[in-house]
């Protein structure tokens, strides 16, 4: 059975730092690619940040300098550091694994950001 399951959400003011982790298992995890998403309210879901197996990294402009998505495969965990956070970062944010045809989702964590 495959599970993904977040945590590090909460509440943070504006400036703030937080860090995310998402724990696999059920997969093989260092050949999967790994990435963030997060869903505002009334909005679509957004891939926020990903990491291929091989340690490449990709993020959407709104994020860049901000925050950091790294993995230790010994520990099948994906981690995303985030800084400086904004109110406009509030979400509930997911973690997927994918590889080739193989898709799965973690239940979600919510960030919460005060002004």
């Known amino acids: 059975q495959v599970q993904l399951v977040e945590s590090g959400g909460g509440l943070v003011q504006a400036g703030g730092s937080l860090r995310l982790s998402c724990a696999g298992s059920?997969?093989?995890?260092?050949?999967?690619?790994m990435s963030w998403h997060r869903q505002a309210p009334g909005k679509q879901r957004e891939l926020v940040a990903t990491?291929?197996?091989?340690?490449?990294?990709n993020y959407i402009d709104s994020v860049k300098g901000r925050f950091s998505i790294s993995r230790d495969n010994a520990k099948n965990t994906v981690y995303l550091q985030m800084n400086s956070l904004k109110p406009e970062d509030t979400a509930v944010y997911y973690c997927?694994?994918?590889?080739?045809?193989?898709?799965?989702w973690g239940q979600g964590t919510q960030v919460t950001v005060s002004s």
């Open positions: 990491i291929t197996s091989g340690g490449g990294t």
């Open positions: 059920g997969i093989i995890f260092s050949i999967f690619t």
């Open positions: 997927a694994a994918r590889f080739l045809s193989q898709s799965y």
